[in-house]
T-cell receptor
């Protein structure tokens, strides 16, 4: 079983619908991230969370919200989906315990991605 | 200016060639640096961290130049299996500059190695 699991893996929805992408991890890591990837643009950071009570906006948080329900779960919501949110979404985790302290961060471990299409 | 910039390529090289990628970053307070590899339609995976003194892992060599704010990746003796997108990643301070962990990706450099 994957250490970082994303659901759903694929979703097609219509403009205006509310969508939730879920991420769960069994690695015991403290930090979790949501990225989106568009062709030619690399990965853009949407939100990141250092622990359950610490959530931060990334580069492109407008139109998105997140919830860190537990250390192992970090969900991303699109309250009212629009076509330009069509993208591949990745959840990732990292562990500061092996990163040399809070000024560093360890290796990112990614889920397999959730492909979202908004019509 | 983007926080992390890479030449998107594509780089198209024959097997056995040496190829180098560069990446520049804008935040001088950035603390740590990485190269990730992403195969088509797959998730990114860590290739190597980049240390101040430079580091080597087999055919791969990473360098960091803090004064000029760039990092590089050199691949020697390219293999067909090296074909992928290479992503530069920088760890910068979060808002307020009180903690790190905001990992920013470059747009990636596409490498194709052909027979």
């Amino acid at each position: 079983d994957a250490d970082v699991t994303q659901t759903p893996r694929n979703r097609i929805t219509k403009t205006g619908k509310r969508i939730m992408l879920e991420c769960s991890q069994t690695k015991g890591h403290d930090r979790m991230y949501w990225y989106r990837q568009d062709p030619g643009l690399g990965l853009q950071l949407i939100y990141y969370s250092f622990d359950v009570k610490d959530i931060n906006k990334g580069e492109i948080s407008d139109g998105y919200s997140v919830s860190r329900q537990a250390q192992a779960k970090f969900s991303l919501s699109l309250e009212s989906a629009i076509p330009n949110q069509t993208a591949l979404y990745f959840c990732a985790t990292s562990d500061t315990r092996y990163a040399g302290g809070p000024s560093n961060t360890g290796e990112l471990f990614f889920g397999e991605g959730s492909r979202l299409t908004v019509l | 200016r983007k926080e992390v910039e890479q030449d998107p390529g594509p780089f198209n090289v024959p097997e056995g060639a040496t190829v180098a990628f560069n990446c520049t970053y804008s935040n001088s307070a950035s603390q740590s640096f990485f190269w990730y590899r992403q195969d088509c339609r797959k998730e990114p995976k860590l290739l190597m961290s980049v240390y101040s003194s430079g580091n080597e892992d087999g055919r791969f060599t990473a360098q960091l130049n803090r004064a000029s704010q760039y990092i590089s990746l050199l691949i020697r003796d390219s293999k067909l299996s090296d074909s992928a997108t290479y992503l530069c990643v920088v760890n910068s301070p979060s808002a307020g500059g009180t903690s790190y962990g905001k990992l920013t990706f470059g747009q990636g450099t596409i490498l194709t190695v052909h027979p």
